[in-house]
């Protein structure tokens, strides 16, 4: 059964369809508009920015006959987001996404299932398995005997960290307030889905950069295991926000932001300001997604004085100034780098960044097209060298490295 999910644009209507989309996923028993609300506000100069809701909770009223799993979600909030990319004009095109606790898992799923389509992501106070199947059903009895309202004096010590309902009284009542409304069934579907969710022996296929976010102070889902996230992935990075408990991004809106801009667009100030050292600190972070951990500790390690000036130069500039920008996602950059490092001939720098595709999500077909349009517009000679180093590096994966394409 693929649940329906509501998509809520939190950016202005004017030019937004010229900013890379973002999707932004929800908290159990919270609204898109109450939990994103204020973060999105710190994001919609970068991004077009989409919400979307669960069932039976803020502005989606619909909720399934039958029960399903979280694949089920994904697929369901995948759907969505490709009628808001048909609205743009980018149908089948990347996004990155956000998302906390049950919407963090979604982004799991999402990166599992369709992983050419997630550019990169931010998860927050979630994890790879939330609670267990007994503590669920728990909460689903509790919903059926009594109601969501029953859940609301534990959500107000469980959601938020130390002092958050005395400094942002009308933030906290406001989620409050949106979890008594939330349908007991939808809730209950919620939970059942979220007993059967455990992707912690998967997490190793996930390729996309991915930014894991702990609060502090989260009982629900503690640091702990957010590091098993990035430690996990492929590319992951782990960052922990201080007083912070489950619900980050109304917590601490303007540092989620923040954290969001520069995992995905690497701006962290937001406002196109960074310093030299800013740009280089961004770069260093792209080049080790992209490029992976082993590739730029060999290059560290083989740096010379003569050359040292050299690579913070590129650093800098090509992996800091130009692959962090918004207006191209990496997949797209990897191809169009491809392309001009076949037409130049520089076969070193071309098994490195064909490699660096496949990590940016780009398939063996699309690179097999490429190669075969190269030999049209930059000559046979070199697309046929071209194909030669398209091969020994494709040899280097693992036969099942294709599956999550098919």
Sequence with gaps: ?????????????????????????????????TLWGDAATHLADHFDVVAWDLPGHGRNRSVPE??????????????????????????????GYAGDSVGGAVGLQLLLDAPSRVSGAVLLCTGAQIGTAESWTERIDLVGSAGTPALVTASAQRWFGPGFLDREPSRGSALLHALQEVDDTGYAQVCAALAGFDVRDRLGEISAPVLAVAGSVD???????????????????FVELDGVAHLAPAEAPEEVA???????????????????????????????????????????????????????LI???????IWTRTGLDRRSRSLITLTALVARGHHEELAMHLRAARTNGVTVEEIKELLLQTAIYCGVPDANTAFRIAREVLSEEPAEKEAPDA
Excluded: C, N
Aim: charged share 30%.
């Design 1 to 33: 059964m693929i649940p329906v999910v509501t998509a809520l644009r939190l950016t202005p209507v004017e030019d937004r369809d010229a900013l890379p989309l973002l999707v932004l996923g929800p908290s159990l028993g919270t609204s898109a508009a």
């Design 66 to 95: 039958e029960p399903w799993s979280m694949a089920d979600l994904a697929v369901g909030v995948l759907t969505t987001v490709d009628e808001v990319l048909a609205e743009r004009g980018d149908v089948g095109g990347t996004f």
């Design 219 to 237: 009982v629900a889902t503690p640091p702990d295991k957010l590091r098993e996230v990035a430690d996990g992935v492929r590319h992951g990075r």
């Design 258 to 312: 923040r954290l969001v801009r520069r995992h995905l667009v690497g701006d962290p100030d937001g406002d196109g300001s960074r310093t030299l050292d800013e740009v280089h600190a961004a770069g260093m972070v792209v080049r080790r997604e992209v490029l992976g951990d082993a590739h730029v500790d060999r290059a560290t390690a083989a740096t010379t004085d003569l050359d040292r000036d050299f690579q913070e």
């Design 315 to 321: 650093t800098r500039y090509a992996w800091g100034s």
